[in-house]
């Protein structure tokens, strides 16, 4: 297969990672679900992501310098991510180095015991 071919598999994958991600993680209220699947779902995208420019012929030299980026940029999702526990609404933290305190919906609070995903 060539680029050519496998780029509109990629797309259409993409896609549909896209439409299922929003009905899962935002139209869905169940937090525990949320917590359990989402870092799952993350990493998958990345690796799909991966995947598909090694597919399409990447030199292996490129495709080594952009793993550090996709992994940074999934550490960053699942860093960025938060679910209210009241609410169930999915958070995105849009400054990079705060956390959000309250919840933008219901304005619950967002605190947790600490942990890696206790958002």
């Given at each position: 297969?060539?680029?050519d071919d496998i780029f509109p598999i990629f797309f259409v994958v993409w896609i549909l990672l896209g439409i299922s991600g929003s009905v899962l993680f935002y139209g869905r209220r169940d937090v525990a679900f949320k917590r359990k699947y989402f870092p799952w779902y993350v990493c998958l995208a990345g690796v799909l992501f991966l995947g598909f420019v090694a597919a399409m012929g990447v030199p292996l030299p490129l495709l080594a310098l952009m793993?550090?980026?996709?992994?940074?940029?999934?550490y960053m999702?699942?860093?960025?991510t938060h679910f209210c526990d009241a609410c169930g609404?999915?958070?995105i933290q849009q400054m990079p180095?705060?956390?959000p305190e309250f919840c933008s919906k219901c304005g619950a609070?967002?605190?947790r015991a600490s942990g890696p995903l206790s958002r």
């Open positions: 297969m060539t680029a793993a550090p980026f996709v992994a940074l940029i999934t999702n699942l860093r960025g609404r999915t958070i180095f705060s956390r609070s967002l605190r």
